[in-house]
């Protein structure tokens, strides 16, 4: 029988390793940049792509994205930045 | 894992490759990320049940348990569901369909909407694994029913809000001892930590973890509403969409109750109804898209105001299946369904009834559902919960002085202005 995994709340410290598992979706006009390499390049973290659909309407690349804490942060922050919508895989946790 | 411990579950199963896992609590396929349903051995449930045996237990979504994923008894929501469907022949007159019901979660128990449904899944499930912490990320409803569901389990649970949420939504779950946390930033940044939080710690988030189990509760409405018809599924079903999950269990359900022999397969359509302030899913429906691009959501429908359904997709695949459609309404047109279907039938809707309703008309008057045949209409929340999107638009009660003279005056006056 499967049991419940008892994990203990350790601290989280900046540059604990972390994974994210995210939905990217690019509007049109963002299809073309190169932004999973870019990512790559400016901040310490390695991109994983798991699933990846490209239409003329939008773009979704399902990512992994692992490094320290605030690199991964970071990555996320400048994806939004830059007006790629991220979320996590588990995109609607918040339900009314 | 031996039979006697897994129910009539096979395995948790990758809605898009198929690999399958472990009944565990965990959500997504380590290979594509692509999310996980629950997978039964349905050749065992049929020779397990019959309407017979069904009609035999008690009048909660219960007495379908061998078709919902837990391996024993329920422990936790056995009073759920059975919620009444109501021949709406008023209300059918005014929307000019033949036959109209109402399949009223609004008087679901304990909360008073369908999330009771999946919460008892969700929470029966956790407890035969193990966990003793439940928690959820919710605007409203889904919070409410894990707060109230965990205090009559024993279990500890943690509600996460937006930190800008209504007081009186707060009332719902703190009342029940949940520890109620609310997180400053936007929508994505709590929709972020709430996934890394249910990641980090050993608990069952009902709607993250749990999300297989917890979803599957849904399906208990369509087997409800075929019962309820006499073991038939009607021609055409209207759903509310908030992440589009609903839909697509409602339409499993159907499928499910024709592959164990209790119904006839007789090709039902679902329909979705969003509000055209959150329509990510209507909008690539009527467009003819088998996508959804993501919105920000402004509507007074908050428990469907999802801006990236993670259902989205799949309910799109039903309703291109079942050759039906998806609409949506303004907040105008979802308060006056409300008064509609309160003036009609005496049922009290929150705003996503109001958004079904107003779909309902939509759909029958564009010809969409033919004027002919019958529907059923979900409406999945109590009104009581969302009082102040109707408050300044349902009129104001008369003021007399405690004189007979002026109430005749007043009768006098209100029968001229109806006349």
Not at chain 2, 322 to 333: I, L, Q, S
Not at chain 2, 345 to 361: L, N, P
Not at chain 2, 407 to 417: C, G, P, S
Request: glycine share 8%; net charge positive.
């Amino acid at each position: 029988m499967a049991k419940a995994s008892k994990k203990s709340a350790t601290k989280t410290k900046s540059t604990t390793p972390t994974q994210q598992r995210l939905w990217l979706m690019y509007p049109p006009k963002l299809i073309k940049q190169p932004f999973i390499w870019e990512v790559g390049h400016k901040f310490k973290v390695i991109t994983n792509i798991r699933q990846a659909s490209v239409t003329d309407e939008i773009g979704i690349v399902c990512l992994e994205l692992a490094g320290p804490r605030d690199e991964v942060k970071a990555a996320i922050k400048w994806l939004e930045k830059n007006k790629v919508n991220v979320e996590p895989v588990e995109i609607s946790a918040i339900e009314g | 894992m031996s039979e006697q411990h897994q129910g009539y579950m096979k395995a948790l199963k990758c809605r898009e490759c198929g690999r399958e896992y472990p009944l565990e609590a965990t959500h997504v396929c380590e290979f594509d990320f692509g999310p996980l349903e629950v997978a039964y051995d349905y050749d065992r449930i049929k020779k397990a049940i019959s309407r017979e045996t069904i009609a035999a237990r008690p009048k909660t979504m219960w007495r379908y348990r061998e078709l919902l994923p837990v391996a024993g008894d329920p422990t936790v929501g056995a009073q759920v569901g059975f919620t009444p469907l109501i021949k709406a022949d008023r209300l059918a007159k005014k929307l000019g369909i033949r036959e109209l019901w109402i399949k009223n979660d609004a008087v679901n128990y304990p909360t008073l909407s369908f999330k009771d449904r999946v919460v008892s899944v969700a929470l029966s499930r956790s407890k035969e694994l193990g966990f003793e912490t439940v928690a959820c990320a919710s605007t409203g409803n889904l919070a409410n029913s894990v707060a109230a569901n965990a205090a009559s389990a024993g279990l500890k649970s943690f509600v996460f809000i937006p930190s800008d949420l209504e007081h009186g939504k707060i009332v719902n779950s703190l009342i029940y001892g949940a520890t109620v946390i609310g997180i400053k930033g936007h929508y994505d940044e709590v929709n972020r930590l709430c996934a890394e939080i249910a990641g980090k710690f050993g608990w069952a988030f009902v709607n993250v973890n749990m999300r297989p189990y917890y979803a599957e509760g849904s399906k208990s409405m369509a087997y409800e509403i075929a019962e309820q018809l006499g073991w038939r599924a009607p021609q055409h079903t209207i759903v509310p969409m908030a992440s589009g999950s609903l839909l697509t269990k409602i339409h499993k359900g159907y499928q499910e109750l024709v592959k164990v022999g209790l119904i006839a397969d007789s090709q039902p359509k679902i329909y979705g109804a969003q509000a055209t302030g959150c329509s990510p899913i209507s909008t690539a429906q009527k467009a003819g898209l088998d996508f959804f691009k993501p919105v920000k959501p402004d509507t007074i429908a908050k428990s469907l105001a999802i801006g990236t359904p993670a259902d989205g997709f799949y309910a799109l695949k039903v309703m291109r299946e079942t050759t039906a459609a998806a609409d949506d309404v303004t907040d105008d047109e979802i308060r006056d369904a409300i008064k509609l279907l309160a003036e009609t039938e005496g049922i009290f809707a929150e705003t996503a009834g109001g958004v079904t309703v107003g779909v309902a008309k939509k759909l029958i008057e564009s010809g969409k559902i033919p004027k002919n045949d019958s529907v059923v209409i979900c409406v999945t929340g109590n009104g009581l919960k969302t009082l102040d999107a109707v408050q300044h638009h349902c009129g104001k009660p008369h003021e007399i002085k405690p004189s007979l003279r002026e109430f005749e005056a007043l009768l006098a006056h209100e029968e001229k202005v109806n006349a």
